[in-house]
């Protein structure tokens, strides 16, 4: 009963570090994304996949790599790390295209830069 | 472009008292879907509800109840006799056709809700 799993959960980076926060989901789910979220922000979409293969950018995708190499698993990886990236990252998976399709979150990643 | 106004940050109730949480939004779609989510304290997000934009029967889960209102693009929730294990953010979500990939969600604010015994 796995669901989505992120990893890590937390993490400390000093400025200008390298990171990649991997999810995997076991649900067999087309779409992925992950989100950020920050006080008062509510939760941002950063990039998303429609597919193994494929990926697409969200609402504040600056500072980010996505892949999507293999359909169970969608990494976010930050490739040189700003205190403005200090944030819960929560991953998210779904079984396609129709709008009213249910999202399913993992339990968030915290990430602190400094 | 589509967007979720939470109106409120914070909520302080007693227990046992009926709080209701307030959703406005805004799509260009005909075709849209709403959504609640939980955040308790540990971080998660727990899935409440989902309504189409074809349905406008309000609905009722337990304690929990949701007005939908086309007609002032409201989707509010209330939660009757509040209990310290509802203190919580919650948040109000769209996923419309304009998104492009039609399943993703945009998010209002949060509403952060407290419960004191």
């Known amino acids: 009963n796995a669901g989505v799993t992120q990893t890590p959960k937390f993490r400390v980076l000093k400025t200008g570090q390298s990171m990649t926060l991997l999810c995997a989901q076991d649900?067999?789910?087309?779409?992925m994304y992950w989100y950020r979220q920050d006080p008062g922000m509510g939760l941002r979409l950063i990039h998303y996949?429609?597919?193994?293969?494929?990926?697409a950018k969200g609402e504040v995708p600056d500072g980010y790599n996505v892949s999507r190499l293999k359909k169970q698993n969608f990494l976010l990886g930050l490739e040189s790390a700003a205190p403005s990236q200090t944030s819960v990252y929560f991953c998210?998976?779904?079984?396609?295209?129709?709008?009213?399709?249910?999202?399913?979150f993992g339990e968030g990643s915290w990430l602190t830069v400094v | 472009a589509q967007k979720v106004t939470q109106a409120q940050t914070e909520i302080s109730v007693v227990e046992k008292e009926d709080v209701t949480l307030d959703c406005v939004y805004e799509?260009?779609?005909?075709?849209?879907?709403l959504f609640w989510y939980k955040q308790p304290p540990s971080g998660e997000l727990v899935f409440l509800i989902r309504?189409?934009?074809?349905?406008?029967q309000n609905e009722i889960s337990g304690r929990y109840s949701w007005n939908f209102q086309k007609s002032t693009s409201s989707f509010n929730f209330t939660i009757t006799a509040s209990q310290v294990v509802d203190s919580a953010v919650y948040f109000c979500?769209?996923?419309?056709?304009?998104?492009?990939?039609?399943?993703?969600?945009?998010f209002g604010k949060g509403i952060t809700l407290s419960v004191r015994p």
């Open positions: 799509t260009r779609d005909t075709t849209y879907y």
């Open positions: 649900m067999n789910h087309e779409y």
């Open positions: 998210a998976s779904s079984w396609g295209s129709y709008s009213g399709n249910t999202i399913y």
């Open positions: 979500a769209l996923s419309d056709d304009y998104t492009g990939a039609n399943s993703k969600l945009t």
């Open positions: 309504r189409n934009s074809f349905d406008e």
């Open positions: 996949s429609v597919g193994e293969g494929t990926t």
